[in-house]
């Protein structure tokens, strides 16, 4: 009898172990968003596979476009082929080749691929109601009109077939509707047997790790449950874009088999950084409380909440009615990167502000920081709002808002160790660990990194420069000590210094250029009296705009500003924008317009309003690079520099005007091309 029992047990547990999970308790990793909308270029297979060794430091999963070839340039989201042979992995993002390969790489480095997976609907191959036939591996997969749901696009389709001698299901869809594709019905056997067969080829043949389900209120929750439960994904997560409650109601209906995105985690992160009230992140979006708050079924679900703060759905796109985060990007990221959950960080958020996203994810993993970890609230009002979180390995407090700059935490335990526009990481003491300031990457002109020993023990930092592990005999400096780095590629290597040992080494590589070897486009021009600033945004900006003021505005007075004019492209694929002042200033409080006054003291640069650079110190035609550096200024010998010829001896001033002689007060001038301190 106990022998049975005890097989009885072990065939228990190995059912469990062998089913699916959802997502993962525990879990700590950190997902990258890797497209972003009509993001063609930068989504690119091979363009992805590049960046893997860079990715890998940290994120543990990248949710990539739907792969399958839609039958022209597309998104992925009006999916025609599902399986393999021929062109049917031949995307609009590459070929099948480069999808297998890019995932390969992800694996070899540790990054699990996520598939995004659309079955709510499906393209047509040449009417209302055919779809392709596929054969994969010597099986025949075809959906037939018969697993189209019975009230699809509203009647439309019924109405159609009814005259073209086509039938539908009997069965009507069991979620939302949505015109334009055919809405499959899961009740359907062949839907279902299509459906498997699917998901195990993304992640047995193709090597995904996951699914992140489009739409999946357009179905009920219970085929989404069995579904994983016949494919075992290591991670399903699915967009189920509504209240709290309908989501974790749809948790629910899948048997926890699937996470779903946090939608009202980032509608509070919106609320507080688009208003400027700060305190609204510890609020309810009307009447909704985010899947990881406290306040919602006391944070039971955190473990299936993946949290956001923007994606291709809610980012400003032309033409398209969307609901973007208008500024504070990097405020909003070190609250995302900083809570419970499991984030997921969009793509152009990445690329605008990779080293500050960088640092925040080292200081989250450095901590410990897991999806099902509690927080406790320390201070909320509109200005600021601060947060400490448990981590397996140290508490963080995280700071954001208006005066984040200059909060002081309560008590001698917290050692700040990191800080930016609007925001602030700070660690406890007991984490007893080295820590540097600045994220490993490509730094423009003096980089001064900042060491500290995140310690309650009388202890030293012990470093090097050349790639080697610290020991007790290596260079010792005090807590707090800035160190400046050469032009060039440093490994720098920082270790805690306690009692003769070496603990808790942290590694950052730095390639550090010179400004002086940037020249500022030929076509960067200024003409005479003109107010402007030149701004060089990423390649993923789709149209700049630009916010100048001092005590009055210069620029509409209504946020984010007037749009700048696109003057070139940079060999790197970075644009390159301009900004000149109509004459108009605006009172900042009633917009009315007022009498013009001086010049601006600060300007500001965004994605349309989406992410954008910290507050600049405005100076008349600057050229601004996509950090927010001021790389130099544009000057009329811009102009005359294409023309120069080598007999022009005449001076001038670094506003382009020619001075009668050589000058005879100090200052930089230019001669022949060339900038000349007298």
Same mark, same amino acid.
Request: proline share 3%; aromatic share 12%.
């Given at each position: ?10 065939? $228990?547990?190995?059912?469990? =172990?062998?089913?699916?999970?959802? /997502? ?5 990793? *950190? ?12 989504? %690119? ?36 082929? /599902? ?45 209302? *109601? ?11 997969? %075809? ?21 073209? @001698? ?54 009920? @929750? ?177 700071? *954001? ?6 909060? =002081? ?44 020993? !995140? ?5 030293? $930092? ?10 007790? @005999?290596?260079?010792? *400096? ?68 630009? /916010? ?13 500003? !007037?749009?700048?004019? %696109? ?11 301009? /900004? =000149? ?62 023309? !120069? ?34």
């Amino acid at each position: 009898m106990m022998k049975k029992i005890y097989t009885t047990l072990i065939v $228990l547990v190995a059912t469990l =172990t062998a089913s699916a999970q959802g /997502w993962p308790a525990n879990y700590g990793g *950190v997902m990258l968003q890797g497209f972003y909308w009509d993001g063609y270029d930068d989504a %690119q297979w091979t363009v992805l596979e590049s960046q893997a060794d860079e990715l890998s430091q940290y994120f543990k999963l990248v949710w990539i476009p739907q792969s399958g070839n839609c039958g022209g340039k597309s998104m992925g989201y009006d999916d025609l082929y /599902w399986f393999p042979g021929g062109n049917n992995y031949n995307s609009s993002f590459g070929t099948e080749a480069e999808l297998r390969s890019m995932i390969k790489t992800f694996k070899s480095k540790g990054i699990g691929t996520i598939a995004d997976v659309v079955i709510n609907h499906r393209r047509n191959v040449s009417n209302w *109601v055919d779809f392709p036939k596929e054969t994969y591996k010597d099986v025949t997969y %075809q959906l037939k009109s018969t697993d189209i749901a019975s009230n699809d696009d509203g009647g439309a389709t019924k109405t159609w077939a009814n005259s073209n @001698g086509y039938s539908l299901s009997s069965n009507a869809d069991t979620g939302e509707g949505w015109d334009g594709m055919r809405d499959l019905d899961h009740k359907s056997t062949n839907v279902q047997t299509n459906v498997k067969a699917y998901l195990k080829m993304l992640l047995e043949d193709l090597g995904y790790v996951g699914f992140r389900y489009d739409m999946v209120k357009g179905y009920a @929750g219970s085929y989404t449950k069995i579904y994983n439960e016949d494919a075992k994904p290591q991670f399903s997560v699915g967009e189920c874009w509504d209240g709290t409650t309908t989501i974790k109601n749809w948790i629910d209906a899948t048997g926890k088999t699937s996470a779903a995105f946090d939608f009202q985690f980032r509608y509070t992160v919106r609320n507080a950084a688009n208003n400027g009230q700060w305190n609204r992140l510890a609020q309810a979006n009307e009447g909704n409380y985010p899947l990881i708050s406290n306040n919602y079924n006391s944070g039971s679900y955190k473990q299936y909440a993946v949290t956001f703060v923007e994606n291709h759905d809610t980012e400003k796109r032309p033409n398209a009615a969307q609901d973007p985060l208008k500024k504070d990007t990097l405020a909003a990221n070190a609250y995302l990167l900083a809570m419970p959950g499991t984030p997921c960080v969009f793509m152009t958020h990445w690329q605008d502000c990779k080293q500050d996203i960088k640092s925040m994810i080292d200081v989250r993993y450095l901590a410990g920081i897991q999806n099902t970890g509690s927080y406790t609230q320390v201070t909320s009002n509109t200005n600021v709002y601060a947060v400490s979180i448990e981590g397996t390995k140290s508490k963080l407090l995280c700071v *954001v808002g208006k005066t984040a700059g200059s909060y =002081t935490p309560s008590g001698s335990s917290w050692v700040k160790v990191l800080s930016g526009y609007h925001y602030a990481y700070y660690l406890d003491k007991a984490a007893n660990t080295a820590w540097i300031s600045h994220a490993s990457g490509s730094y423009e002109g003096t980089l001064k990194v900042l060491l500290s020993a !995140v310690t309650s023990n009388d202890a030293k $930092l012990v470093y090097t420069t050349d790639g080697s592990n610290p020991t007790s @005999g290596s260079k010792q *400096v005090a807590s707090g000590t800035e160190i400046t780095f050469p032009k060039g590629t440093t490994t720098l290597k920082v270790g805690l210094l306690i009692g003769g040992t070496v603990s808790s080494i942290q590694t950052r590589t730095y390639t550090v250029t010179d400004p002086e070897e940037f020249t500022i486009p030929s076509f960067c021009k200024v003409s005479d009296g003109e107010m402007c600033a030149f701004f060089e945004s990423p390649a993923s900006w789709t149209k700049a705009t630009c /916010w100048a003021w001092s005590t009055i505005n210069f620029t509409g007075g209504n946020w984010p500003g !007037v749009e700048c004019s %696109q003057v070139g492209t940079l060999d790197n694929g970075n644009k390159v924008w301009k /900004w =000149t002042w109509d004459g108009k200033c605006y009172n900042s409080d009633t917009k009315k317009q007022v009498t013009p006054s001086g010049k601006p003291t600060g300007i500001i640069f965004s994605n349309n309003g989406s992410s954008q650079t910290d507050d600049l110190a405005f100076e008349n035609a600057a050229y601004y690079n996509k950090s927010g550096q001021k790389m130099g200024i544009v000057t009329g010998i811009n102009v005359i520099r294409a023309d !120069v010829k080598a007999k022009d001896t005449y001076w001038y001033d670094l506003r382009g005007r020619r001075l009668t002689g050589e000058p005879t007060t100090k200052g930089i001038y230019i001669y022949q091309g060339k900038k000349i301190l007298k």
